[in-house]
Each structure stands twice: as C-alpha cells, then as structure tokens.
Nanobody, 114 residues
Framework: QVQLVQSGGGLVQAGGSLRLSCAAS????????MAWYRQAPGKQRELVAR???????NYADSVTGRFTISRDNVKNTMYLQMASLKPEDTGVYYC????????WGQGTQVTVSS
C-alpha cells in the first residue's frame, strides 16, 4: 500500500493562488490513478480533481478553469495548482489513490479569506 505525504496549503486571500503537493512512497505511483478531495467544515468530503496514470484529468464543476491537477512520475508526486481561489474553496484537502486499497494523505488546510 502506497504512503502519501502532503505539503503546501495555508492561508490566502480571495483571488490568490496555492499549490499542493502529494509525494508517494515509491515507484508504484506511476501505475496509480490519483485524486484530490476536500472537506469543508460541516460538509462531506468531495472530489476536486482526478488524474489517471496516463495523465487524463477530470475536475469538479466548481473548480474547472481555476485548478490544475498534474503529476510527475519521476518524482512520484502529484500536484494541485489552485488559482483564483474563493472563500468556498476553504477546507481540508486530501490526496488519495482511487483504486483499492486506497491510501490517503494526511490532509492539509486551505483557508481562503474574503
């Protein structure tokens, strides 16, 4: 089972940008389909973006055009570049592989102030 370690996040004003990283423990990363999720206070965890092992991407409607998911299979790392951030993007962001068994990153807080 892959281990995922997240970095990035923090506090930013509305309209600002942040980048999240998710580093995997080994080269198995390159065969995994991956995703970013987020959980806002009092809400269920939701899918933000997915990226397949080949690099195909999908986004939630709420982030399309503002967020970019990417991966570097040499560095075994996935990224989420977030731009034009809105207060409603606030939450804890998690990375995970989408297959079974599922591994989750530790979560990182993103707070967007208005």
């Amino acid at each position: 089972q892959v281990q995922l370690v997240q970095s990035g996040g923090g506090l930013v004003q509305a309209g600002g940008s942040l980048r999240l990283s998710c580093a995997a423990s080994g080269s198995i990363f390159r065969i995994l389909d991956m995703a970013w999720y987020r959980q806002a206070p009092g809400k269920q965890r939701e899918l933000v973006a997915r990226i397949s092992r080949s690099g195909s991407t999908n986004y939630a409607d709420s982030v399309t055009g503002r967020f970019t998911i990417s991966r570097d299979n040499v560095k075994n790392t996935m990224y989420l570049q977030m731009a034009s951030l809105k207060p409603e993007d606030t939450g804890v962001y998690y990375c995970a592989n989408t297959g079974f068994p599922t591994s989750w990153g530790q979560g990182t807080q993103v707070t967007v102030s208005s």
